[in-house]
């Protein structure tokens, strides 16, 4: 009896044991359990405030631009510094091909802050257009200084008499820039927010007077009673002709030839001394005109032939330049109303 009570109790003690054990385990296992959700609950937190930051828009969508600067991938402070940066380069401008350059922050204002704003809330790849406010005077200003350094008005040529012979000065063309159409042209420009060089060319104008107007000239020399034909600066033929006497001189000055008349009647002047009681002649041997009249615009005073060849290289006309006839004839076919007669 006492052998078989001590067995009961062995296995009795055996089993305690092995629940007990068993339940360590089992808390073991729990434990370890824990420990590895705990794990992954921390680092899915860590990861937690990138993904937020994302979505949340803080930086503007790849491939979008403003005004044409890349502004994807920036955060709005960086965005609005670079095309602020961009807005503020020069821009060229050619003017028949000098360079000059405006400073656009001097003419214009961009609306920066609101086209970053919209690049923020828009599709990839999108081109978000600057709004450019250009004010008007400051730019008026600088196309005016632009056109003065460029415009230049036509210059006429010019006839003087210089130590007795004719002196031409050539005529030279003119330009002017066109104000209106650079205003524009860089208004344009501004506005697209291009740098690329705005070109332009001045026009020509073409002087009023040019060298031909001044292709003959008569120079007649009273003291030496000498006409010589000039072909521009070129002395082309020499007469000798009769001048003015003392109480009736030839007019010194600069005059024209205003009418050419081909066997032409005289008529004597009536109102000086000299010519009264005297009848109109008509054409023919005896006319005092000979067959060729030259008037200028000197009142009553001409080149014409003579019918008193003697009084050539005198002084011996009542104003009038006299011209043996075949020369008046030859002088008549080679010069134009218009001409220039210099009387000295």
């Not at 937020?52 to 510094?81: D, F, N, W």
């Not at 008529?267 to 067959?291: E, F, I, M, R």
Request: aromatic share 6%; glycine share 10%; hydrophobic share 40%.
């Amino acid at each position: 009896m006492k052998r078989l009570h001590a067995v009961v109790l062995f296995v009795l003690g055996f089993a305690v044991a092995g629940v007990a054990s068993g339940t360590v385990i089992a808390d073991v296992s729990t434990s370890t359990s824990t420990s590895t959700d705990t794990t992954s609950t921390v680092a899915t937190t860590t990861t937690a405030p990138t993904t937020t930051a994302q979505a949340s828009g803080a930086t503007i969508p790849i491939g979008v631009r403003v005004a044409g600067v890349r502004v994807g991938g920036l955060a709005p402070p960086e965005a609005v510094s670079a095309v602020q940066l961009a807005f503020r380069r020069p821009l060229p401008v050619v003017v028949d091909g000098y360079r000059l350059s405006i400073d656009p922050t001097r003419v214009a204002s961009a609306y920066v802050t609101t086209a970053v704003a919209r690049a923020r809330i828009s599709d990839t790849s999108t081109n978000v257009r600057l709004v450019v406010s250009v004010r008007g005077g400051p730019l008026r200003v600088w196309v005016a200084a632009a056109a003065k350094r460029f415009d230049r008005g036509p210059a006429d040529a010019s006839l003087t008499l210089r130590n007795g012979r004719p002196r031409i000065t050539k005529a030279h063309g003119g330009r002017t820039l066109d104000t209106a159409a650079l205003a524009g042209r860089i208004v344009a420009a501004l506005q697209a927010n291009s740098r690329l060089p705005v070109r332009v060319h001045t026009k020509t104008s073409a002087p009023a007077v040019s060298g031909a107007t001044f292709t003959e000239t008569i120079v007649i020399n009273r003291s030496i009673n000498k006409l010589v034909l000039y072909r521009g600066m070129t002395p082309e033929r020499t007469f000798s002709v009769a001048t003015g006497q003392r109480i009736y001189p030839t007019p010194a000055g600069r005059w024209h030839i205003v009418v050419k008349w081909r066997n032409p009647w005289w008529y004597p002047p009536t109102q000086d001394s000299w010519a009264k009681g005297l009848k109109p002649v008509p054409p023919g041997p005896g006319n005092p005109l000979g067959t060729r009249w030259m008037g200028l615009d000197a009142p009553g005073v001409g080149i014409h032939g003579t019918d008193e060849p003697s009084s050539i290289g005198y002084s011996a006309s009542h104003g009038c330049i006299r011209m043996q006839v075949p020369d008046a004839e030859w002088l008549f076919d080679h010069v134009d109303i218009g001409t220039t007669v210099f009387i000295i």
